[in-house]
């Protein structure tokens, strides 16, 4: 996989490369080849760089979450029987850079959630400690297919540099900790953007939304869909900002191999996360 995730960079590196020269070529460029390789040709132009930068607060809670053994018949829910933390505020931040149809994406997510519960309910009997992480570096790209008039629409492909990871630690009466992880490969997805924003403004302020959508290729399966829509303010020669509102839910299903009981089995976690979130972003 990883082999594979290096052919993608490779690949949109290439892209990248073909859209710095095709996007430099004019028609009449095309017609005559006596400035098609000379950089310094009046024919000659980079296509436009672009950067972006976002900041996101988000109210994210569970939406529901299983932990199941299935050669067992065990089945735990995530928020009544191991007490998981059912909302938390999380600050999500975003640097996007675009040449012509080409954007590399660097997004840092944070989604970690705690809880605890005793499982039985009976005293001096286990303590269950468990956490979610779904937190890092998450690396993407996005090729327009349609671009212009203020709309921007295509496909995306994202790379998760960390591994999700379940635990359940178990305290016993007498303080000796024991525990499960439940785990699985960084996940590589799919998906499509459209951002459009409105050509026609009020005072320079114009009306702004987005929809973004990505399936599972590789690794643990992470379906994640978003909206959201705001007002993008007069630009400057400093850029301008835009502040938007949205909702955004994620899916996360993976498996792993665990001993139970001394005994090797395979357990099975799946949780979906929703949240709303306010949003500023800074176009330059």
């Given amino acids: 996989m990883l082999k594979l995730f290096h052919s993608g960079c490779l690949a949109v590196v290439l892209a990248l490369a073909m859209q710095l020269y095709c996007g430099g070529m004019t028609t009449a460029a095309a017609q005559g080849f006596a400035g098609l390789f000379d950089v310094f040709s009046p024919l000659y132009t980079l296509p436009p760089l672009h950067s972006e930068t976002r900041v996101t607060p988000i109210w994210t809670w569970l939406i529901d979450g299983k932990a199941r053994v299935p050669s067992l018949g065990l089945s735990w829910d995530l928020r009544k029987d191991m007490g998981l933390s059912k909302s938390t505020l999380f600050l999500d931040t975003m640097v996007r850079i675009q040449v012509g149809r080409i954007s590399l994406r660097f997004i840092y997510n944070v989604r970690d ?65 024991r525990g499960k992880k439940l785990t699985d490969a960084s996940p590589m997805t799919v998906g499509f953007h459209v951002v459009l924003t409105s050509p026609v403004n009020l005072y320079g302020v114009a009306g702004t939304c987005e929809a973004r959508a990505r399936w599972p290729v590789l690794g643990a399966h992470v379906t994640e869909w978003e909206l959201c829509g705001g007002l993008r303010l007069p630009e400057s020669i400093w850029g301008t900002v835009a502040l938007r509102t949205g909702y955004r839910r994620m899916s996360l299903e993976f498996k792993d191999r665990i001993l139970y009981n001394g005994n090797p089995a395979s357990a099975e976690f799946e949780v979906a996360v929703g949240g709303w979130f306010g949003e500023m972003v800074y176009y330059y």
């Fill in 113 to 177: 959630f705690k809880g605890s519960s005793d499982f039985f309910a009976v005293q001096d009997r286990p303590i269950g400690e468990t956490r979610l992480d779904y937190s890092g570096w998450r690396f993407g790209s996005d090729v327009d297919l349609i671009q212009g008039n203020g709309l921007r629409l295509g496909a995306n492909v994202d790379y998760d540099v960390f591994q999700p990871s379940f635990t359940a630690t178990f305290v016993e009466a007498d303080l000796v900790a």
